[in-house]
């Protein structure tokens, strides 16, 4: 019982930057079906992501230096200088809008749970069992996220893209900074 209260709590974790990017594309005023497909895309990430992880091990890790936070910051980075810009061309941004979006923003919020699988053999010898906890407490995550970007963009209209873009830019810097 403590190994599953364990990997909750590992989950919940993963699960903070997925919650937090959420928000900011719910700001978009995102349809309903499109939230639903992107929770099940993270989802789905977040479960493939550790098992991927764990089977390449250290083996991948001795091969190969791959970091990350860097990438996840940058690809954040890249998102919120395309967002601030869209502000100034008075034309809307429609993030999420197809299944290659939907796909990116669901590998790069997934990119932990493989870091994570890499060391799951010290959690817990029940990998699809943690892989499960992860895709279920994720794709939540996500739905919230979205949903509640998607209120406060009826709150706050245009100032929910700055909003946006401010949650974007420190996401990125948090992990550029992580990742050096």
Same mark, same amino acid.
Request: glycine share 6%.
């Given at each position: 019982?403590? !190994?599953?209260?364990?990997?909750?709590?590992?989950?919940?974790?993963?699960s903070? /930057?997925? &919650?937090?990017?959420s928000?900011?594309?719910?700001?978009? /005023?995102?349809?309903?079906?499109?939230?639903?497909?992107?929770?099940?895309?993270? +989802?789905?990430?977040?479960f &493939?992501?550790?098992?991927? +992880? !764990?089977?390449?091990?250290?083996?991948?890790? /001795?091969?190969?230096? &791959? !970091?990350?936070?860097?990438?996840? +910051?940058?690809?954040?980075?890249?998102?919120?200088?395309?967002?601030f810009?869209?502000?100034?061309?008075?034309?809307?941004?429609?993030?999420?809008?197809?299944?290659?979006?939907?796909?990116? &923003?669901?590998?790069?919020?997934?990119?932990?749970?493989?870091?994570? +699988?890499?060391?799951?053999?010290?959690?817990?010898?029940?990998? @699809?069992?943690?892989?499960?906890? @992860?895709m279920?407490i994720?794709?939540?995550?996500?739905?919230?996220?979205l949903?509640?970007?998607?209120?406060? !963009?009826?709150?706050?209209?245009?100032?929910?893209?700055v909003?946006?873009?401010?949650?974007l830019?420190?996401?990125?810097?948090?992990?550029?900074?992580?990742?050096?």
């Amino acid at each position: 019982m403590s !190994n599953i209260f364990t990997l909750i709590i590992v989950a919940v974790s993963l699960s903070m /930057d997925t &919650f937090s990017l959420s928000i900011a594309y719910g700001m978009f /005023d995102l349809k309903s079906k499109v939230i639903k497909i992107v929770s099940i895309c993270v +989802g789905m990430f977040h479960f &493939f992501m550790p098992i991927i +992880g !764990n089977c390449l091990g250290s083996y991948f890790l /001795d091969k190969i230096y &791959f !970091n990350a936070n860097i990438i996840i +910051g940058i690809v954040f980075l890249c998102l919120s200088i395309q967002i601030f810009v869209s502000l100034f061309k008075k034309e809307q941004i429609e993030p999420l809008n197809n299944l290659l979006s939907i796909l990116v &923003f669901s590998f790069t919020v997934s990119l932990d749970s493989f870091s994570v +699988g890499l060391g799951l053999k010290a959690i817990t010898e029940s990998y @699809f069992l943690a892989a499960f906890i @992860f895709m279920i407490i994720s794709a939540i995550f996500t739905y919230i996220g979205l949903k509640m970007g998607k209120k406060l !963009n009826k709150l706050i209209k245009k100032k929910a893209q700055v909003l946006g873009i401010i949650l974007l830019l420190l996401l990125s810097i948090t992990y550029i900074l992580k990742g050096c």
